[in-house]
């Protein structure tokens, strides 16, 4: 596992909701002081709220908190429990007599986990909001990764348990980390040996198929309907980077995705990721060297992601520690 969490960074609080019915559940990253934060939308079938405020020619600077989500575009409900929680605390954009807490949120799609009529709600991006701590983020199958899956090109019946996972790096005095739910159509591999870690079975179950060479052979795809994945994360740094340069360390950090998930930003896939800069370090960042560790702590946080999960034996989803590919 690689070291460090989002909660490397101060100011930054994170808590899970995980939904004991079925496996789904959603997680929230808290920033209730308000911080600038950007985005980059890649995949063909997302799901998302308050993404096109994070344009930097529109007009809100910060927002106070964002929200990862099970549930598929139901689950964005839950933006509504953490928009309450705020607002119990006096905490949003000054609006005439009110103020309006700001929550972006994207979702991933895991309704064929078991009962599809359970997803979070209201009340579980509020739960959310009550477990968050500064604490090291749980990570495997909690929160927006419970019902994560990986592997999915070939089928879903040789699918496996995706997860959720975060991962951090300090240089000098800036640190940049990632939180990422990793529930991708591909296979996740390991870019410094090229091993698959979770990803589509052989007709065995027992080895991975290795989906970019099944396709190199001629083994064509599924057809798969479109949104039934997606990998949707958060990275942050404590530097201090303006709304544009935010979005642009949002795009860089789909690199990593791209290293380490095969194939990545599908039709059938939604990738979305949110980047945060807090400013605390009092550093003003520089953008090319922000863009590249965060794209190196996307990498490891979707790696971690996979290595912590959990398998669903009941629902034929193994993980990678079941399989010994960890």
């Known amino acids: 596992m690689y070291p460090g969490s989002l909660t490397d960074i101060t100011g930054l609080r994170v808590g ?3 939904d004991a019915r079925r496996p789904t559940g959603c997680t929230v990253v808290l920033c209730e002081q308000g911080v600038v934060a950007g985005v980059d939308v890649r995949g063909a079938a997302p799901g998302t709220r308050e993404t096109d405020l994070l344009d930097p020619r529109n007009v809100v600077e910060h927002v106070h908190a964002l929200l990862l ?18 607002d119990e605390r006096g905490h949003g954009v000054a609006v005439g007599p009110a103020r309006v807490p700001i929550v972006p949120a994207a979702v991933l799609f895991d309704l064929w986990v078991g009962d599809p009529s359970i997803r ?8 959310a909001c009550e477990a968050a701590t500064h604490a090291p ?4 199958s909690v929160g927006a990764g419970t ?4 592997g999915k090109l070939l089928g879903p019946e040789r699918a496996m348990k995706g997860g959720i996972g975060s991962a951090s790096l300090k240089v000098g005095t800036v640190t940049v980390a990632a939180l990422v739910a990793v529930n991708a159509v591909g296979d996740v591999v390991d870019p410094t040996s090229g091993r698959v870690l979770a990803g589509a079975r052989d007709d065995s179950g027992a080895k991975p198929l290795d989906i970019m060479q099944s396709i190199r052979s001629g083994r064509l795809p599924q057809r798969m309907l479109n949104g039934m994945s997606t990998t949707i994360g958060v990275v942050a740094t404590d530097a201090a980077l303006t709304k544009a340069q935010a979005a642009k360390v949002a795009t860089m950090a789909h690199d990593g995705l791209a290293r380490c998930i095969q194939p990545v930003h599908s039709p059938a896939d939604g990738d979305t990721l949110f980047a945060l800069a807090t400013g605390d370090s009092g550093v003003v960042g520089d953008l090319t060297t922000i863009g590249a560790l965060a794209a190196e702590v996307c990498m490891r946080a979707v790696l971690n992601a996979v290595r912590a999960a959990e398998g669903l034996p009941a629902l034929g989803l193994p993980s990678a520690r079941d399989q010994g590919w960890a």
Not at 120 to 127: E, F, K, R, T, V
């Open 69 to 86: 989500t099970g549930g598929s575009a139901f689950g964005l409900a839950a933006a509504d429990g953490v928009m309450r929680w705020l």
């Open 16 to 18: 899970h909701h995980t």
């Open 147 to 150: 019902g994560a899956t990986v």
């Open 137 to 140: 983020v749980a990570q495997g």
């Open 120 to 127: 979070p709600d209201a009340a579980s991006g509020y739960a």
